[in-house]
């Protein structure tokens, strides 16, 4: 919910409209994601721990480097087109609020994903 405020912002949004957002959300993520990896880390036998928390920082890392990445394309595209080094364009609300819908059309995406996905039984060989 608090991704998707961030496209509603209007161009004379202040300083603190921006701020309670982002703490919200770096709220959340922080409430999240120990829980999270706890959980994924609890569910594996004890000689797969190491291979499971390199592999969590591994696609960590990896989303946020790819991520920050697709944000600057989708941000990019979103500039005029200006001969090279003739002005100088900064980006625009709008082009940011893309990024926003994106992610959060990608966050839905993968909440679909995860409550279509066949749930795994304890034992094994059991379906």
């Given at each position: 919910?608090?991704?998707?405020?961030?496209?509603?912002l209007?161009?004379s949004?202040?300083?603190f409209d921006?701020?309670?957002?982002?703490?919200v959300?770096?709220?959340?993520?922080?409430?999240?994601n120990?829980?999270?990896?706890?959980a994924?880390?609890g569910?594996l036998p004890?000689?797969?721990?190491?291979?499971?928390s390199?592999?969590?920082a591994?696609?960590?890392n990896l989303g946020l480097v790819?991520?920050?990445a697709?944000?600057?394309?989708v941000i990019?595209l979103?500039l005029?087109?200006?001969?090279?080094?003739?002005?100088?364009a900064?980006p625009?609300l709008?082009?940011i609020?893309?990024v926003w819908k994106?992610v959060v059309?990608?966050?839905l995406?993968a909440?679909?994903v995860?409550w279509t996905?066949?749930?795994?039984?304890?034992?094994?060989?059991?379906?």
């Amino acid at each position: 919910m608090t991704v998707f405020s961030f496209t509603l912002l209007k161009p004379s949004a202040s300083d603190f409209d921006i701020l309670w957002r982002q703490v919200v959300l770096g709220l959340g993520i922080s409430l999240f994601n120990p829980a999270n990896n706890s959980a994924i880390i609890g569910s594996l036998p004890r000689e797969k721990v190491g291979l499971a928390s390199s592999f969590l920082a591994l696609s960590r890392n990896l989303g946020l480097v790819i991520g920050v990445a697709f944000a600057e394309m989708v941000i990019t595209l979103g500039l005029p087109i200006s001969p090279l080094g003739r002005t100088k364009a900064s980006p625009s609300l709008a082009s940011i609020q893309d990024v926003w819908k994106l992610v959060v059309i990608i966050g839905l995406a993968a909440i679909l994903v995860s409550w279509t996905r066949e749930k795994k039984l304890d034992g094994p060989g059991v379906k």
